[in-house]
């Protein structure tokens, strides 16, 4: 248990970061989902729209350091493999 007051307080941020943390990471898998969702259906031009608001929150969280930089990049990579694959 922290005794000190800075120790106390960085226990409520922490509190506080991980909850703002889940949230993003549970959205980040929501949005794939919907994407994923869209390419099985083979809708090209819904998923290329899903596709770009993935990158979108992908970029964003990756800012914000909630993911690291290369998972983002790799996840992009993958979905845009799909996408490809779906148009071609």
Same mark, same amino acid.
């Given at each position: 248990m922290?005794? /000190? =007051? &800075?120790?106390? @307080?960085r226990v409520r941020q922490n509190v506080k970061r991980? =909850?703002?943390n889940r949230a993003r990471k549970s959205e980040i898998k929501t949005?794939?989902?919907s994407f994923e969702?869209?390419?099985g259906s083979? /809708? @090209?031009k819904t998923a290329a729209e899903?596709? @770009?608001l993935v990158v979108r929150?992908?970029?964003k969280v990756a800012a914000k350091k909630t993911i690291h930089k290369n998972r983002a990049a790799? =996840? @992009? &990579?993958? =979905?845009?493999?799909k996408l490809a694959k779906l148009k071609g």
């Amino acid at each position: 248990m922290a005794h /000190s =007051l &800075s120790a106390k @307080k960085r226990v409520r941020q922490n509190v506080k970061r991980r =909850l703002i943390n889940r949230a993003r990471k549970s959205e980040i898998k929501t949005i794939i989902k919907s994407f994923e969702a869209a390419a099985g259906s083979g /809708s @090209k031009k819904t998923a290329a729209e899903q596709y @770009k608001l993935v990158v979108r929150k992908l970029d964003k969280v990756a800012a914000k350091k909630t993911i690291h930089k290369n998972r983002a990049a790799r =996840l @992009k &990579s993958r =979905l845009a493999r799909k996408l490809a694959k779906l148009k071609g």
